[in-house]
């Protein structure tokens, strides 16, 4: 491969690129926790001339339908606008590097309303990869959060498995703490091995 670089935006767990890097592949991890504020990139400035794909998962809490009731405080205090610019920011990278593959993941919600260039989604529920993983593991990630891609991409392979009737782990997590909110918008790993194996 003549370019192994991932640019994964908006990662602080480096779930969604771990496979990468587990395949010798070079990862650019970029997310505000870690210190790098992608509205302070630029991509001519970035330290590689070729990307071969880009993963974005940026902020969704002013952007889904869960929180719908709230939009228009936010339309109007500039949180939506501020969300919005971090998204704008990944096309222009898009944009520039032109990778082989680019995806954008959100919940359901106003984000392709509001940006309408990226298009129309692709839908995928945590089950529904869940087989890619051993039983324990499996059993972790058989739950239902429906969540879109957007992009230019290779849709990875669904290995489904029934819903864990127990209910969902990430269901149950209380409070609004950042921890809480860190480990529900974590990427299932089931997934994430599925779109490495289609997109690598």
């Known amino acids: 491969m003549e370019c192994n670089t991932i640019l994964s935006l908006f990662d602080f767990s480096g779930r969604w690129a771990q496979p990468y890097k587990d395949n010798g592949y070079d990862v650019y991890q970029v997310d505000i926790k870690h210190d790098i504020d992608i509205l302070t990139l630029e991509p001519k400035e970035m330290p590689f001339s070729k990307i071969y794909g880009i993963l974005a998962a940026p902020p969704c809490t002013d952007f889904a339908g869960s929180g719908a009731q709230y939009w228009k405080a936010k339309d109007e205090d500039g949180r939506t606008a501020a969300s ?102 974590m990427t299932p790993r089931g997934f994430a091995l599925a779109f490495f194996n289609a997109n690598k």
């Open 84 to 185: 919005l610019a971090l998204v704008h920011k990944t096309l222009d990278f898009v944009d520039y590097f032109k990778p082989k593959f680019w995806v954008l993941e959100n919940p359901v919600g106003r984000l392709p309303k509001l940006i309408p260039r990226i298009g129309a989604p692709w839908y995928f529920n945590p089950n529904e990869f869940a087989g890619w993983l051993d039983k324990e593991e499996s059993l972790k990630e058989s739950y239902t959060k429906k969540t879109g891609l957007w992009g230019i991409f290779n849709k990875p392979e669904k290995k489904s498995l029934p819903v864990n009737t127990e209910g969902s782990w990430i269901m149950k997590l209380g409070g609004k703490s950042e921890r809480t909110k860190e480990l529900r918008s």
